[in-house]
């Protein structure tokens, strides 16, 4: 592929991009929420998530910048460009985390799209089009299913009273947490969910060892692979542990873990190196030590590259789920079925030029996890880069990356979404 | 064996149980913490239990009665003896329940107990001995482990501080909850914890089919099988669902699924029908959809009449931990461990005597669950008795007898408790 030119100010913006100050303002964000063991843990829509968006609100102000929430509770802040009617061009991700999850995952394209803003500033360069900087609400989906309403919602408005009911685990429903959420951050404009745009650019952490290992320091992202979650029930009686017979037994505990086994070895057995299989939840009732279950819900969930190997995947779950239940019986449910998105041509060029542009060494690849980019793909052409993660570890306290590679990302993403912006 | 001969005043005492008084007050227990299915939800210490407690007390009430509580929270009634001055003949069982239990499962033993109280009352009746009527704190161990604390704190009340330091899985811890336990009933005097038994008589519903199939209305229980509780906990590393490749993962989830899967493979293999192998209790963290499980604990429930079966799983499960735990570690925390517990020969004479005189078929067996009796039989001279339980279900709100076997099952323990209680 020939990569487009860029257009000399992406070097200036590039260059204006002030690292030790972007990494304090990060390290200032995993604070709320941040864990003794250097992890973070920052569910969507509770308290700590809504302190830390009255602390983002604070981060950028100027008669050039307006904030802005959406009914998703999307929050995000909107430079203003030389033709205000244009789309914009835009960036972003979440940050919000995993119960227990990193400092960089979400957060890293959050604070990258500020620190663009903030060097244009100091550039003083201005752009035909406005740029907004995202934070899409709840990526993680751990505490309200599926993952990545906000952006989800974004792309449908349609998608949007089913979210308001999903549930967390405890029982707080999401639109009473969307509702506090809101109310967190009065100052924030309150604008129609969903509108046009130009292009979507995120910056994120790989969260896989593919750079690292590589040597690369960015990663031109072409894909993401397709995912499959599922919420499965499985119906048992509760029973004496003492009394009860083993082999009269309809034990919910059992079946399940029994099926959880088996369906791994099944996944194993196709060595497909690509492929990823994990029971992440696993819930038992009653779950006393002395009572036979009578009931487990647990997750699966489910990527590749392919549909047709995920398609594969889930007629084995579907046949276990009904021959290898024993006297249990299963109930399945879609949480999410996303296929493999492919990131648009264009805005990977002007992405590889920029990664070029820093000098540091980059490749392509796809990404194993989702980001709220696969939704934006749905709308707008879009795109990813992502930086190197440490040993490949997120969804982890350890979540680690390099400053200067942080960095690095910050000036490739400065470059690109100057050209995106700036272009006619 | 020969049957001891009963005194006349035990047919009287018999003949003086009101059943229809009796099932109603065993109803009127059944709706604190009663559900819309016929269960109940009455976890130990509960503000539910603290109601049902105060709603006890109210029960029996006169000059020949004192209620009385100790250091453990048990709770129990005197009816005093013609020479105060003895041990008192003791019956009872607890009124706490599993997190969804059946409405018989402990509540019978205390309301049955009362029930003979009153019996005796009304044919004027005194005994020698005083009787004491308990109800015995945390018996099902769901809420707070080890079970049967309330009893065991008794037999031993070097165990208590032990007792007093556990939490809930809520994080609640037992001596807060004991405390709010002794302020509900504040007319109940207070006691040393522990005292001289001259027997004790628990009835009980069977919670297993032997009775219903057999055709008997009533069992004397000769022994409990011997039980241990193991805590294993599974240590894993937390990962991305999404970008970790299967090979590399350290899975919590997957490998206490697979050593659930594979010990009960290894128990069914014995083809031991006494042999008793429950999972119950399966917690998982951070328990995230798209997270590689960290951690897993989770509960073995062990039970067989024979020590040397016991033994041998216990090693199963021990050699399992360290071969079969995958790239995970697991540790192995003892969370009760009790031998077969034989009852006393004499106190069984009395109860086969008594059960001859209802007239209704009877039989000896063996006990699967452990009951409050199992400590007793530490301290005194202790046996218990059965009625049938429909289908053998039980920790579970279709747990049921019918009504007329209830009624049989009390007047069993009114001739019995009268002959232990009047004996020379």
Known sequence: MTLPALPPQASTAMSAVNGPRFVADLRALSRFGGRDDGGVSREALTDTECQARQWLVQQLQGAQYQWRV?????????????DENLAPVMT???????????WLDGAYGVMAGLEVLRALDDAGLSTRRPIEVMAWTNEEGSRFGPGAMGSSAFADATRLPTFLAAKSPQGDAFATERDK???ATPSAVHHPLGHAVHAYVEAHIEQGPVLEDGGQRLGVVTFIQGVRWFDITVHGSSAHAGTTPMGVRQDALLAAASLVHRLHAAAMARQDPDL????????????????VADRVRFTVDLRHPQEAVLDAMEATLRTALVADAGACRCDCRDLMRRAPTPFDPRVLGVLEAAAQLTGEPYRQLGSGAFHDAMYLADVCPAAMLFVPSHRGISHNAAEDTPEADLITGVRALAATLFTLADAN
Request: glycine share 14%.
């Open 181 to 183: 959420a809101l109310a």
């Open 70 to 82: 959406d009914d998703a509770a999307n929050l995000w802040v909107r430079r203003a460009g030389r």
């Open 276 to 291: 990823r299989w994990t029971v992440g939840r696993f819930e038992v009732s009653p779950g006393s030590v002395n009572t």
């Open 92 to 102: 972003g991700s979440h940050i919000d985390t995993q119960p227990v999850g990193g």
